[in-house]
């Protein structure tokens, strides 16, 4: 980072107070929207902070490279006067880049411990596996109740569906027989590996009604860029007739 100068290294903690008077609504999405799922509303103000953290000390550097090439040109022959060392500017350049990584790890820990906690069984109202496989996905419902549980295997040239009911939480397990692959949902602003021979478990809320593309973020081989699938997210009644429909076919194919 450019060395500081004077009361000038005190211009990015100055503008705190400015940017934390800033409501949600005055802040742009910058890419994602508020409210599509219970991840977005942990992540989004992280993202828009980093942004903004980002934004502030670009300015800054900015305007300290041009601060220079306008205000200090080489104005006649003379040797320019030689400094050794400014302790006060070394200490400023040295402690701020510091407390704002220190600050971004912080809530950076805070959120993520929010969206990767994983809640009661009795607290989750659907159980979904996600199986990725060279180069599809398979997604398994086992919905307490009435249901079995009820398969949808995807292939490249016909991505699956996900189906989502709106604002109930829903448990992912994810599971890989192959490679390392990626399950996820740009939207959601949710990403999780799955990963052979390891489980991991996610859960979220998606809240609004609609189609979300989804893919994997991981080079898992030749035909990785159609390991694509969509999530749909439908109400909650409509949930149920799709799963109906999925046991319904499920037993004609037995039969």
Known sequence: MSPLAGKSSLLPLALLPLLTACSKADVSGLGFEEGISSVNDASLSLWQGAWIAAAVVGVFTLILILWPVFFHRKKDESFPKQTQYNIPVE???????????????????QRESKIVKITPD????????????QWSWQFKYRDAGEYKSATVTGTPAQPPTLY????????FTLDANDVVHGFWIPAFMIQMQNLPGVTNKLEFTANKLGTYPGRCNILCGRNHSQMLFSVKV??????????????????????
């Not at 009795?122 to 496989?133: E, N, T, Y």
């Open 122 to 133: 009795a607290q989750v109202s659907h159980f979904i596996d996600v199986l990725g496989f």
């Open 91 to 109: 200490v400023a350049y040295t402690v701020i880049p510091f407390i704002i990584v220190a600050v971004l790890f912080y809530f950076t820990v």
């Open 234 to 255: 439908v109400t909650p009644a409509e949930y149920e007739q799709y799963l109906q429909g999925l046991v319904a076919e499920e037993k004609a194919a037995v039969a």
């Open 164 to 171: 989502l009911p709106q604002g109930e939480k829903v448990r």
